[in-house]
Antibody, heavy 114, light 107 residues
């Protein structure tokens, strides 16, 4: 069955960087676009970024363009999200999803605080 | 970018009620809409894709409809386990966008 496991979250200081990982199994990872979605505490879902199956194309929501970088390693069945110059408003749970958006991972919590 | 305006933002309903949630896209998106349910502390689950296709395993009391700019999610007879938040997602063009969400609670 499809399984997505996010990791890499934690409590970090503003201005620093962080790399989130999502390990995938149970489907043909190398054929699937992958996505990151985040959710601030008590708020709604926000689509953040996507990457094509081969990594050639990346897409971002406007508010993170230039600070976030999505990448993938098809040999490791893993997608990454690097967040640079972290801001308090980046606080939230970060989920990854495959092209079907079903199921999702359990998410990894990022808290940006000094 | 395509904006998804979801309404209502919250509602109170009783078990057995018929509930309808709407999403309006800022431009035509064909049928490229999915609906998700999220319970507190849990990851979202997809209910509907391609506007009206029911995800395998999702009860038939859930249905979706619409095309172009106006979309609906309907729960024909609300059950206790349906009290949750619901979100639409447009996947017609990048950047993809979610609606603001609808919280359905018990009246």
């Amino acid at each position: 069955q499809v399984q997505l496991v996010e990791s890499g979250g934690g409590v970090v200081q503003p201005g620093t960087s962080l790399r989130l990982s999502c390990a995938a199994s149970g489907f043909t990872f190398r054929s699937s676009p992958m996505h990151w979605v985040r959710q601030a505490p008590g708020k709604g879902l926000e689509w953040v970024a996507a990457i094509s199956f081969d990594g050639a194309n990346q897409y971002y929501t406007d508010s993170v363009t230039g600070r976030f970088l999505i990448s993938r390693d098809n040999s490791k069945n893993t997608v990454y999200l690097r967040i640079n110059t972290l801001r308090p408003e980046d606080t939230g749970v970060y989920f990854c999803a495959n092209s079907a958006f079903n199921p999702w991972g359990q998410g990894t919590l990022v808290i940006v605080s000094s | 970018d395509i904006q998804m305006t979801q309404s209502p933002s919250a509602m109170s309903a009783s078990v057995g009620d018929r509930v309808t949630i709407t999403c309006r896209a800022s431009q035509g998106i064909s049928n490229h809409v999915a609906w998700f349910q999220q319970k507190p502390g849990r990851a979202p689950q997809r209910l509907i894709y391609a506007s009206s296709a029911l995800q395998t395993g999702v009860p038939s009391r859930f249905s979706g409809g619409g095309s172009g700019t106006d979309f609906t999610l309907t729960i024909s007879s609300l059950q206790p386990e349906d009290f949750a938040s619901y979100y639409c997602l447009q996947y017609s063009s990048y950047p993809w966008t979610f609606g603001q969400g609808t919280k359905v609670d018990i009246k």
